[in-house]
C-alpha cells in the first residue's frame, strides 16, 4: 500500500503562483508514476502533469506554465504553478502507480492505483 497526502493549495489572485507536494509513504519506489490530476466543480477529474519510466508529461492547459518535479530522497513529488488563472481553480490530486514495464497512458485516472485526498486551488479574478 502506498499513501499520498498533498499540501500547499490555497487561495490565491489570479497570476500568482503556489506549489503543491505530494508526500508518498508506505511501499514507495523511485520506480512508480506519479502523477497530478485535477477536477473542478461540476467537471471530470482531468490529467495535469506526471512523471512515467522518467520523462515528464503535461495537459495541453498547463504545458509551458506548470512544472512537475520530485525528490526521491524525500519520496516527494512536486508540482510548481505560476501564472495561475481562475480556469486552474480545482481540487488537485497526486496518483501513484508501479512501473509494470508495459505501456500504460498517463493521463487515463483509472490506471492509477494509489490517490491522495487532495487539495483545493482557488485561483481569484
Known amino acids: 500500500q502506498v499513501q499520498l497526502v498533498e499540501s500547499g493549495g490555497g487561495l490565491v489572485q489570479a497570476g500568482g503562483s503556489l506549489r503543491l507536494s505530494c508526500a508518498a509513504s508506505?511501499?514507495?519506489?523511485?520506480?512508480?508514476?506519479m502523477g497530478w490530476f485535477r477536477q473542478a466543480p461540476g467537471k471530470a477529474r482531468e490529467f495535469v502533469s506526471a512523471?512515467?519510466?522518467?520523462?515528464?508529461y503535461y495537459a495541453t492547459s498547463v504545458k509551458g506554465r506548470f512544472t512537475i518535479s520530485r525528490d526521491n530522497a524525500k519520496n516527494t513529488v512536486y508540482l510548481q504553478m505560476p501564472s495561475l488563472k481562475p480556469e486552474d481553480t480545482a481540487v488537485y490530486y497526486c496518483?501513484?502507480?508501479?512501473?509494470?514495464?508495459?505501456?500504460?497512458?498517463?493521463?487515463?485516472?483509472?490506471?492509477?492505483?494509489?490517490w491522495g485526498q487532495g487539495t483545493q486551488v482557488t485561483v481569484s479574478s
Open positions: 496518483a501513484a502507480r508501479a512501473d509494470t514495464g508495459s505501456y500504460r497512458p498517463v493521463s487515463v485516472a483509472d490506471e492509477y492505483d494509489y
Open positions: 508506505g511501499r514507495t519506489s523511485s520506480s512508480y508514476d
Open positions: 512523471f512515467d519510466r522518467g520523462k515528464t
